[in-house]
């Protein structure tokens, strides 16, 4: 499985680890029982502690993504993948209007506001 980790990031590595995860099931590349790399598989391939990944695969449990068998490994978990689109959209949602309450408590006007989304979008 390719996790590309950016360590100059802001977003925390188990986080990281987590949203590739949560892509790849929601696009379907990864699938109800699919077996996700041992913690210490992923963590030497990714040059990052155990810790780390155990982590990531700790909440992907808790949200209901994966299911850790112990002594057998962590799986995918049966996926809604609307719903889990759906929150997802409501995440960027959320945080794309956090962003805008800032740049307003910041003095910017919304067509400011709109020139930078639209200069993020060229990337």
Do not use: W
Not at 49 to 68: C, F, H, I, M, W
Not at 69 to 96: F, I, P, S
Request: charged content about 35%; aromatic content about 4%.
């Amino acid at each position: 499985m390719k996790i590309i980790i950016n360590s100059s990031s802001m977003v925390p590595i188990y986080e990281q680890i987590m949203d590739q995860i949560k892509a790849k099931i929601t696009a379907g590349d990864l699938k109800e029982n699919d077996a996700l790399p041992s913690v210490r598989t992923l963590a030497k391939e990714l040059k990052i502690s155990a810790l780390t990944v155990k982590k990531a695969y700790d909440n992907l449990e808790q949200e209901g993504y994966t299911v850790t068998v112990h002594g057998k490994g962590t799986y995918v978990a049966a996926a809604n993948t609307e719903r889990m689109k759906e929150e997802q959209r409501r995440e960027v949602e959320t945080d794309l209007d956090n962003a805008v309450q800032k740049g307003r408590r910041c003095g910017l006007t919304d067509e400011e506001i709109r020139e930078l989304f639209e200069l993020i979008m060229e990337d």
